[in-house]
């Protein structure tokens, strides 16, 4: 048995990704794969795609039985890559010049239309984990890119939602989320010309950010010059503000939620999700029995309370990040 496969879970109507290789990966060496000069970082770059070296889903995956009901197989089909942001081998987003974040969001979106163009992939995500809190040791600044041959279960709910959300109320969804933000103006932190960043109305961790279009783009690499400068500069905000409030040691994942790349819906639109374990600087909330045993989250506090902090964090960076915009 490979122990490389798509696992269905009946009962939950998923995949689970059995990567039985994965189990040895060398994290903890003090060579920096990642560094310039190294096997595959030759030449000059900013920011560099490579593949995944241990990769949980490649395009020429073992052959599996697909197995009898209720227990299906699929293969682990897909792609996965690292992105390597920047040459320098500390720092995050906020430390990166502009120009150079807008050129990572440009080559995201190039990398999602070159692995979109493989007939069998249906989603592709790019996303970065960082910090040593959520199992992150190598710290050059990285971020990942997973595509699927399946639209993950958070992207076909929001879907969903936002199919609904017409049926019921004959507008789009994102665009009324952000008309909402604007007006009542109490969670949103950040604010340039083509997207706003705010902690959601229905954050599920306590400094959730996300960051949201203001117009109607709904895949990466839709994004043009300017538009991925202005999305570029949210992001150094949002993890400005985290390094503000958590201190050199803070933790986070940022996911970029894109539009499904075979069947784009007219409903979806392009944003970014910021989910940090951080309670304070040294306190971290953890996912357990009722988020887990549930998929109930509970927000100890309120939003708003917290919506302050962070733009009191922004209104104290954005002068040092020379930022596009404005605090709202
Ligand atoms: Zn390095
Ligand atoms: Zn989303």
């Not at 096997?39 to 490579?50: C, D, F, R, S, Y």
């Not at 988020?291 to 309120?302: I, K, L, M, Q, S």
């Not at 302050?308 to 709202?328: F, H, M, N, Q, Y």
Request: proline residues 7%; hydrophobic residues 40%; aromatic residues 12%.
């Amino acid at each position: 048995m490979s122990g490389h496969e798509l696992r269905w879970n009946p009962l939950l109507g998923c995949w689970i990704i059995v990567a039985g290789h994965r189990k040895e990966r060398p994290w903890h060496s003090t060579f920096c794969p990642f560094c310039p000069g190294g096997p595959e970082t030759q030449g000059e770059w900013n920011v560099l795609a490579l593949p995944n070296r241990y990769p949980a889903l490649s395009l020429t995956p073992p052959g599996v039985d697909k197995g009898e009901k209720p227990f299906t197989r699929g293969e682990a089909l897909g792609v996965c890559e690292v992105i390597v942001e920047t040459p320098s081998h500390e720092g995050d987003f906020q430390n990166i010049p502009l120009e150079q974040v807008a050129e990572y969001i440009l080559l995201l979106g190039e990398r999602t239309r070159k692995i979109a163009s493989n007939s069998a992939i249906e989603y592709v995500m790019p996303f970065k984990n960082k910090g040593v809190s959520i199992g992150v040791s190598l710290t050059h600044p990285h971020s990942q890119i997973y595509a699927f041959p399946f639209i993950p279960p958070r992207i076909s709910r929001e879907i969903a939602s936002a199919i609904e959300y017409r049926k019921i109320y004959g507008g789009n969804i994102f665009e009324d989320i952000v008309r909402m933000e604007l007006l009542e103006s109490k969670r949103t932190v950040y604010i340039n010309d083509g997207f706003v960043l705010l902690i959601p109305f229905y954050a599920m961790w306590p400094y959730e950010m996300h960051i949201y279009p203001s117009s109607d783009v709904k895949l990466l690499y839709e994004l043009d010059k300017d538009s991925a400068s202005l999305l570029a500069d949210a992001i150094r905000v949002a993890t400005g503000v985290y390094e503000e409030l958590f201190g050199s040691e803070y933790a986070y994942m940022m996911i970029f939620h894109q539009a499904p790349v075979k069947r784009v819906n007219e409903e979806y639109r392009l944003h970014v999700e910021f989910y940090t374990p951080h309670l304070s600087r040294d306190r971290l909330k953890y996912a357990a029995g009722v988020e887990w045993g549930a998929w109930v989250f509970t927000y100890d506090g309120v939003p708003e309370d917290r919506a302050r902090e962070l733009r009191e964090a922004a209104t104290r960076i954005i002068g040092k990040l020379d930022s596009l915009g404005r605090i709202p």
